[in-house]
Nanobody, 123 residues
Framework: QVQLVESGGGLVQAGGSLRLSCAAS????????MGWFRQAPGKERDFVAA????????YYADSVKGRFTISRDNAKNTVYLQMNNLKPEDTAVYYC????????????????WGQGTQVTVSS
């Protein structure tokens, strides 16, 4: 089992920045691939970014490439999502996920999820 707790969401103006954190506990975090997804009201949960267990590989949705950066600190059992140049269309609940073996861009690949943190970007 892996328990995930997100933090760092909030209200920000367009063009601003936020950094989300996801603290993990439970099974060995260092060997677990991690991801971030988001879900806007009335829409499906979409892939945002993913990172391999070593941090050596990262993946991004086209909509966030060049603006968002995923990283991890295995010593702190934490994964981060740095979000810069935020846009109103980035408004959503952001979810941390863990445990994918392959297809890191797919929600069905992850058995473990956090409770989500709200990000609201005003225009």
């Amino acid at each position: 089992q892996v328990q995930l707790v997100e933090s760092g969401g909030g209200l920000v103006q367009a063009g601003g920045s936020l950094r989300l954190s996801c603290a993990a506990s439970g099974r060995t975090f260092s060997y677990v691939h991690m991801g971030w997804f988001r879900q806007a009201p009335g829409k499906e949960r979409d892939f945002v970014a993913a990172i391999s267990w070593s941090g050596g590989y990262t993946y991004y949705a086209d909509s966030v490439k060049g603006r968002f950066t995923i990283s991890r600190d295995n010593a702190k059992n934490t994964v981060y999502l740095q979000m810069n140049n935020l846009k109103p269309e980035d408004t959503a609940v952001y979810y941390c996920s863990a445990g994918a073996i392959q297809r890191l861009q797919m929600t069905a690949s992850y058995p473990y999820w956090g409770q989500g943190t709200q990000v609201t970007v005003s225009s």
